[in-house]
């Protein structure tokens, strides 16, 4: 085995060639690289410049139904001011008495009494409590006293009787509770004027208790509604 030994100085020396076993896969190895960083380059790009595309067609629709979704906006504002008027307006007419109706029912009562033949009703105050419990929390409604004189030849108890029975079956009495049972004293007059006996009466009604959260709500310990009475007043 002979071994050369090159005594020549470095830059008198002959180049050595990169090995082809070596420089080839190197190429290659590069080559396939570049053209990866190429092609995903482009698709990143190519997907890139599409989706700035479609979000630039989004932002200008968005921009157009703008005023549109404003109007929107103001409706649901609008919608929600008027749902709060209308349960404010439900709970008012919930919570309240319509005591025009309630004194034109009490009325037909009076005045329907055949002519006086069965009773001859005078009332001289009516008297309203406002509800135990406070306002919408009432444990029950107002207190109404009825305060007059129920005039007869004779017997003026039965004949109150006969007009507390006409009250308990009739509409008035339907959005009351309870009513207090036939009581007072009979008086005599002397005044010159007929009938000369009458039955002083002191009656109180109790209204329901109404709940203006749940307007419309029955009272679970409601009957069945009286009937109504005819509602005619003496020509």
């Known amino acids: 085995m002979m071994t050369r030994i090159n005594l020549l100085p470095q830059d008198y020396r002959k180049k050595s060639a990169t090995p082809l076993a070596v ?10 690289v570049l053209a990866l960083g190429f092609g995903w380059a482009w698709l990143h790009f190519a997907e890139l410049s599409k989706v700035e595309g479609v979000r630039a067609d989004l932002e200008a629709t968005l921009q157009s139904k703008a005023p549109t979704l404003q109007y929107v906006a103001a409706l649901k504002e609008e919608h ?6 209308k349960s404010t307006i439900k709970e008012i007419a919930s919570s309240r008495v319509l ?53 007869a030849d004779k017997s003026p108890l039965q004949n109150y009787n006969t ?3 006409a009250i ?20 005599e007059f002397d005044d010159g004027l007929t009938p000369t006996s009458a039955w002083a009466m002191d009656l109180p009604l109790q209204m329901r208790a109404r709940d203006p959260l749940k307007p419309g709500a029955k009272d679970p310990k409601a009957g069945t509604p009286a009937a109504e009475v005819p509602k005619t007043k003496p020509k």
Not at 24 to 32: E, F
């Open 168 to 187: 308990k079956r009739s509409e008035f009495f339907r959005d009351f509770a309870a009513m207090g049972d036939p009581s007072g004293k009979a008086v």
């Open 163 to 165: 007009f507390h029975a």
């Open 99 to 151: 005591w025009t109706k309630k004194l034109d029912e009490l009325f037909d009562i009076a005045t329907n009494d055949d002519g006086g033949s069965q009773y001859l009703i005078w009332l001289s105050s009516l008297e309203v409590k406002p509800p135990l419990g406070g306002r919408g929390k009432a444990a029950v409604g107002e207190t109404l006293t009825l305060k007059g004189h129920c005039f």
């Open 23 to 32: 420089l080839l896969p190197t190429v290659g190895c590069i080559t396939v």
């Open 80 to 85: 929600a001011d008027f749902e709060n008027r």
